[in-house]
């Protein structure tokens, strides 16, 4: 092995993922902590990518009555409309609401998508062992894992929407099934960027 090109792991050396210190291995030692924060400390997560692929299916599915089902039920005058997400950006945007279809549009439909699609791409890659992107890659995971907080904010449109709107006495918005579909594929795709190993991008090349 290269001298000059010796990786952490070759190295000995552990990177804890809660404060990103870095320790020595001890050898024969079976779990090691964290000297500093007291984290259980692994060259890999374990069975990273396997967990991964379980939980972007998971997604995938999830998407789907996420997306095909209605999202919020309109009452207008006493007549009901289930409204998917497709449907309640249509709507808002004859309302001229565009601000709140354009946050619709991305929350629930650009992102979800970008963070699926995106995860598969970098597991795909890293199984067919590109040696290329490293680091655009990695950026792309960390943008990925940042958007997750931010996925849930067309629940709470909805539920502003629904306070705001249950305000007047001619028109009442209740959620519909898609509501908890949208909230699993949020839950199920932060849970996948979790398991997954930024280092085994680097790994492969
Ligand atoms: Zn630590």
Redesign the pocket.
Known sequence: MDKERLTAREAGLLN?L??H?LTTKRDGALQMR?P??G?RLHLRKSNGMARTWALLITSLILLLPANLLPIMTVTYLGEKEPNTIIEGIEHFIQSGDYFIAIIIFFASILVPIFKVAGIMLIMISIQKRWKTWLKHRTLMFRIIKFIGRWSMLDIFVIAVMVALVNLGTLTSITPAPAATYFAAVVISTILASNTFDTRLIWEGA
């Open positions: 804890c809660d404060c210190m964290c500093h924060c984290a």
